[in-house]
């Protein structure tokens, strides 16, 4: 293939990567976006078999072990997606982002070591940012995933000196990429990833749970630079209008889902070194609550006019989204408006919530967004809060300084009663005491969230 | 132009373009959106296919084979998986 069609053929899949973008942006072109920019993706891995390089021999070196190795990842990536739950879908997406920053990191220490002393220094410098950043990012992903995950605490991880510690790596990574930039040589490089891979972790581990989707968000924007820059160093325009798109839009996106979330991003990424460590679990609570039985709750729910369900990713785990909509056709049936009052960040990441109620058929007319659920509560009988907690807690509010202080809440408070369906009185992800739990209009109903619906739901149909 | 400034060009342009396309977003999309910019970034593979080509040493090889893995996992999986969020979506509009 001559290098022309080559790079006209790379021009169409830098074209598919834009218009797979603008798709994804709009609910109804969505899908189709998605579909153009795999169709990009397979386009540009095609192309790259006829013609890799300037000067390269037909066919490929190493060609059987390039094959083999993309089969090993399609047999792990492909299974990976299909089979996740799609309540565990957040942190899949965070792994799948950081393996794409090590595959960059590795893609410039390789084409490091075969130029060697050849290399321009713009060449130089390209390669010193993918590796520190495709290693931050990776070693980040993984953290990420780890508390998504619940392997490891969700709180913020602060330790004494801590700033110190980040600091301290943050200058040792710049003096070694100086380094690597004046005197070149393998090793430096080497200690320059081992060194960025502990900055990733460092980077997020302060991060509260909450605010890890935020994180997941900046580092696949991370990402998308390191392989535009990996691009320049391979002198691949195509490598560097996708990675350049990536990073660009995954900014806008990052700062869009801080603002839907109510933070500034600088506070999300420093917040727990600026903030004193808020400890929530100070000795049990004896305070009393008000728990009840199902038939309670389905009297409650019988005599309501209007009742608004709160989902949380308490009602996903327990899949039970089925058992919900079962209950508001009922509510329904009996004449009682029902509504869905969805938070933005309801479940673990923006959007999430919707993802899993769309997949319980529950119609779209009856999902109703923050803004335009908040006023309503005024007018509302029982506000059902199935698994949420974090969304709901009136300390966004009133406590300056709590972790998720300044996120935008769902004002269930302003209806006239709030029933809880909680596991326990165990704390939401982000850690924080709900106030609203105390509050005499607030009953709770424990157990798991569909075996509590289960039993509402026949409680409902024997009153 | 010089070579270099021509690609230099090209990525300022793009950044352009990433910041107009993805301006206005609803909050229903945000999660679709991000898991499909990240399966793009997935093209990371061409370049790990361009190093493992013109690898010599078996360090270079072995490290580009891994940099084939870890990118096409990023890819292929990131496409799947977003295609499986979307189809919900499609879903509950009828």
Known sequence: ?463 | MSAEMALFSIFVLSIFIGFEVVSKVSTTLHTPLMSGANAIHGVILVGAIMVADHSETTLELTLSVIAIVLATINMVGGFVVTDRMLEMFKGKKK
């Open chain 1, 1 to 463: 293939m001559s290098r022309n069609i080559y790079d006209l053929l790379g021009l169409v899949a830098a074209v598919s990567f834009v218009l797979a973008l603008k798709g994804l942006s709009s609910p109804r072109t969505a899908r189709r976006g998605n579909l153009i920019g795999a169709f990009g993706a397979t386009l540009a891995t095609l192309i790259v078999f006829f013609y890799a390089s300037e000067g390269s021999t037909l066919p490929l070196n190493n060609l059987p072990l390039i094959l083999g190795a993309i089969a090993v990842g399609v047999l792990v990536g492909v299974p990976a997606a299909r089979k996740v739950q799609m309540t565990a879908m957040p942190q899949l997406v965070a792994l799948f982002n950081g393996v794409g920053g090590g595959a960059a990191a590795l893609v410039a220490i390789v084409e490091y070591l075969r130029l060697g002393a050849d290399a321009s220094l713009a060449a130089v410098v390209a390669t010193v940012f993918t590796v520190v950043v495709g290693c931050v990012s990776f070693s980040g992903s993984i953290v990420t995933f780890l508390k998504l995950q619940e392997l490891m605490t969700t709180r913020p991880v602060v330790f004494a000196g801590g700033r110190f510690v980040i600091a301290g790596t943050l200058i040792s990574v710049l003096v070694v990429s100086g380094w690597v930039i004046r005197d070149g040589g393998t090793t430096p490089l080497l200690v320059l990833g081992a060194l960025s891979l502990v900055f990733g972790v460092l980077f997020v581990l302060p991060v509260g749970g909450a605010d890890v989707p935020i994180v997941i968000s900046l580092l696949n924007a991370f990402t998308g630079l390191t392989v535009a820059a990996s691009g320049y160093v391979l002198d691949s325009v195509l490598l560097i209008v996708a990675g350049t798109l990536v990073g660009a839009s995954g900014t806008i996106l990052t700062r869009l889902m801080a603002a839907a979330m109510g933070r500034s991003l600088f506070g999300t990424l420093f917040g727990a070194f600026t903030a004193k460590a808020q400890e929530s679990a100070g000795g049990t609570e004896t305070r009393s609550v008000k728990s009840s039985s199902a038939e309670d709750v389905a009297i409650l729910l019988n005599y309501a006019r209007r009742v608004v369900i709160v989902p949380g990713f308490g009602l996903a785990v327990a899949q039970a989204q089925h058992t919900v909509r079962e209950l508001a056709d009922l509510l329904t049936a009996k004449g009682i408006d029902v509504a869905y009052g969805i938070h933005p960040v309801a479940g673990r990441m923006p959007g999430h919530m919707n993802v899993l109620l769309a997949e319980a058929n529950v119609p779209y007319e009856q999902l109703v967004e923050m803004e335009e659920v908040n006023p309503t509560f005024a007018q509302t009988d029982v506000a059902l809060i199935i698994g949420a907690n974090d969304v709901v807690n009136p300390a966004a509010k009133t406590t300056p300084g709590c972790p998720i202080y300044g996120m935008p809440i769902l004002e269930v408070a302003h209806a006239a009663n709030v029933i809880f369906l909680k596991r326990s009185m165990r704390p939401g992800f982000a850690g924080i005491e709900n106030e609203l739990l105390f509050d005499p209009k607030t009953t709770l109903l424990f157990g798991d969230a569909k075996a509590s619906l289960t039993q509402v739901v026949s409680a409902l149909k024997a009153v």
